[in-house]
């Protein structure tokens, strides 16, 4: 065998054998949790795992009583139901754990709950690390501020034409210098801090704990405006003893439909809860479920579930 022969088929072997060893190495990864697939990891618990916000009404907050309450918690409910006929389990039971907002996203990635029922805006950036249901409500960025808020900083931030001299201030220069509350960590606060960068105004963004803390920033004269989802603003400002003190403005900043979360791949699962949602968004008994928590659904909000529901 010529030298050359031989040094060919030592490298050779030695392919083979890093290939075999990163095989084998592969083979005894552990298998994460939340790569398994869902309904089989339901069926055999006999039980799912839902995780909620407790501070996010009126989609899911806490009761008072340490129980899951609110719209996006009875949705979830209704899920359930169909996801007992697709795993066979009547008797299926429904296990609730309560996630923040730092944990929310990775509770569902590491199989530590089956399906987050928050307020969550279906995002590119977050698809990234979860996978969301069809729609479940047409939310958005929307603001609070005090309701005797200098009346120039009300018109700009509502978008209407000023009532005053248009020499007292352009739009830019009146929000110089101010102060805006957002929750960290929500799409509220990229959007408030990538407006003001583009448009090169000089304001504070004052990232706050929650809702509570961000409208009471509001009420202490530390925040200007608050910025944050509209629906839940407008909750958040009629449950406070100060609410005659606050006005939410009618202005939507941002397009941002909310939707269920749950693990990325997982097919067959976000098929059976996008048939559950849509099967509810098109029966008589969705009407008195929006009612409950929105009031009576206007023309827009009947097209928007008319059209988010799939068919069959």
Not at 82 to 95: D, F, N, R
Request: proline share 6%.
């Amino acid at each position: 065998m010529t030298p050359a022969r031989s040094e060919r088929d030592r490298l050779r072997r030695l392919r083979i054998a890093t290939f075999t060893t990163v095989l084998l190495a592969v083979a005894f990864l552990p298998v994460s949790h939340a790569s398994a697939d869902a309904l089989d990891r339901v069926r055999q618990a006999g039980k799912i795992t839902l995780g909620y916000r407790t501070d996010a009404r009126p989609f899911s907050f806490d009761d008072g009583s340490g129980k899951p309450a609110g719209y996006t918690v009875e949705l979830c409910r209704n899920v359930v139901q169909e996801i007992k006929a697709a795993v066979g389990l009547s008797g299926l039971t429904e296990e609730w754990i309560p996630v923040t907002l730092e944990s929310r996203f990775r509770a569902v990635q590491e199989g530590k709950v089956d399906l987050l029922c928050g307020a969550d805006s279906a995002t590119l950036a977050r698809r990234k690390d979860v996978a969301f249901s069809i729609p479940i409500f047409p939310s958005g960025i929307g603001a609070i501020l005090r309701a005797d808020a200098p009346t120039g900083l009300r018109e700009v931030l509502s978008g209407e034409p000023p009532s005053g001299p248009i020499w007292r201030g352009s739009p830019a220069q009146i929000l110089q210098k101010k102060t805006a509350a957002v929750v960290k960590g929500t799409t509220s606060e990229s959007w408030v801090t990538e407006r003001l960068q583009k448009l090169q105004i000089d304001a504070n963004v004052e990232p706050v704990d929650g809702y509570d803390a961000g409208i009471q920033s509001v009420l202490d004269r530390k925040a200007d405006v608050f910025f944050g989802d509209r629906p839940i603003l407008l909750d958040a400002a009629a449950g406070t003893p100060s609410g005659q003190d606050l006005v939410v403005l009618d202005r939507l900043f941002t397009s941002e439909p909310l939707a269920l979360t749950l693990a990325r791949g997982d097919e067959d699962f976000r098929l059976v809860v996008d048939r559950a949602l849509s099967h509810l968004f098109r029966s008589s008994e969705f009407h008195d479920v929006y009612m409950k928590w929105f009031g009576e659904p206007n023309d827009s909000a009947l097209t928007f579930f008319r059209q988010t529901a799939l068919p069959d």
